[in-house]
């Protein structure tokens, strides 16, 4: 990074032409700067108003804006930051970050105005890559963890955690000074509990990534079913495009379809699967091995069957015979299909009845799928873990917690049990940034737009 103590600017809207654009200042001299290239005088201007007047360049006028003022620490960087909104013309903005270069600011690195609040302490580490999670957000589900983690109720989980092991740590540092007087500080009976407790929450953040990861590629919902039963047809509609070949010809679909749709707020990935029966066509097979491995790694299944080729009564002891769908935390909708043809048929009242060629009953079919998405978000509640750099430290924390538990029941001596508790504690502390090396730092900034 070049030195943390620069005048830093960049655009921070979305490049091209729009609107308005917002150029951000911050650094020691970001009052001067804009104060060198703008009519009014901006050292009198209050903190957290807005004023309005001209950038001008050698008496010629570049453009109207409005002028936001922050005076340090009371801004996003912690530093004095100026915001300058324009027209969102290119020339005006490439125009005033020129001025702006002029009168000693540079370019901000990526990610270096969030860089600045962690380093200035505004936010810890994981609220400042909570940042990078906002702006990527393209659902409600995704927005609100992001939020979440932005508000620090991860990072208070982690520091809680962290704090309770600080303390007995130090308690086994202390036995380790009064070693040859074999003095023992620690309660070793109260120490073990409180490394199940802890290994119970962090395995539980563990076990949340997988749908933390669920909810940035979409909720995985497969259709199955036997051979013509009119998932394709399904999927098509739902998508409102001919996504999946549809044909009476039975073993049509040899390969897995998949695409997403967002569904109240939630990002919803329909797979669309080799028809479920016995063939001699290697092919076809190896589409149904494919399609059974997708399904089982699915929240939701759809069982979509023909009720005038297939007995109603029977699906159920049907589906038992595959494995996927008796796994826990997944949950089965059996659909049978094809309405349109004989409305008239008894289905059991468990099963939900549509025609994926009319579009009936389609709509109930997604809010169902909705509400079950949106119970099994809300059973792993706030804590969810979604970033892979924060899973891979918890996991080192389970794996050193673990040697100190099983340390604890061999009655190991302190100096071992100290080594992987504090490894536990550098791999926590390298999450909310309470540990850090600028090769980490670098990493992580590296992913953020210029502006941010």
């Known amino acids: 990074m070049k030195n943390p103590k620069d005048t830093i600017c960049a655009i921070s809207t979305a490049p091209g032409i729009g609107g308005i654009a917002v150029i951000r200042v911050s650094g020691t001299d970001a009052f001067l700067a804009v104060d060198a290239i703008f009519s009014g005088d901006v050292f009198s201007q209050s903190p957290m108003t807005l004023a309005f007047g001209n950038i001008i360049s050698e008496d010629k006028l570049i453009d109207e804006v409005l002028v936001s003022k922050f005076k340090g620490p009371h801004s996003f960087t912690g530093e004095d930051v100026m915001e300058i909104s324009c027209h969102g013309s290119i020339y005006v903005q490439q125009e005033i970050l020129r001025l702006l270069l002029e009168k000693g600011c540079r370019v901000a690195e990526h990610g270096e105005f969030t860089k600045r609040a962690f380093l200035n302490r505004k936010m810890d ?47 086994m540092e ?55 039963s009119g998932k394709s047809t399904l999927l098509n509609y739902i998508l409102k495009e001919e996504r999946a070949i549809v044909s009476e010809i039975a073993g049509t679909t040899r390969d897995v379809i998949e695409d997403r749709i967002t569904i109240d707020g939630q990002s919803i990935r329909f797979i669309d699967t080799a028809g479920l029966r016995s063939t001699e066509d290697e092919i076809e097979r190896k589409g149904i091995t494919l399609a059974l491995q997708k399904a089982a790694l699915a929240r939701v299944i759809i069982f979509l069957y023909d009720p005038w080729s297939e007995d109603p009564e029977s699906i159920e002891s049907k589906l038992e015979t595959f494995e996927i769908v008796r796994k826990e935390e997944r949950e089965v909708l059996i659909v049978a299909n094809k309405c349109d043809l004989h409305s008239e048929t008894r289905i059991p009242e468990t099963h939900l009845l549509i025609s994926a060629k009319e579009g009936t009953g389609v709509d109930r079919l997604l809010k169902n799928i909705s509400a079950i998405a949106t119970i099994q978000l809300e059973q792993r509640g706030n804590h969810i873990v979604t970033n892979l750099r924060h899973y891979e430290l918890l996991q080192q924390v389970s794996q050193s917690l673990g040697m100190v538990r099983l340390g604890l029941d061999e009655n190991l001596s302190t100096d071992l049990l100290s080594i992987e508790l504090k490894r536990a504690l550098f791999a926590l502390g390298e999450i909310t940034g309470e540990v850090t090396t600028d090769d980490l730092l670098g990493n992580i900034f590296s992913r953020f737009c210029i502006g941010k």
């Open 174 to 228: 202390l036995e380790l000074d009064f070693s040859e007087e074999d003095v023992e500080f620690a309660d070793r009976g109260e120490f073990k509990r409180l490394i199940q407790d802890i290994l119970y929450r962090v395995n539980a953040l563990i076990v949340s990534f997988k749908w933390g990861n669920t909810i940035k590629t979409g909720i995985p919902v497969a259709i199955i079913g036997p051979p013509n």
């Open 125 to 171: 580490l994981s609220q400042a890559e909570a940042v990078a999670d906002l702006i990527a957000s393209e659902t409600a589900a995704e927005h609100r963890l992001a939020i979440t983690q932005l508000k620090g109720g991860f990072s208070k989980e982690l520091s809680s955690l962290r704090q309770k092991l600080m303390d007995f740590a130090s308690l």
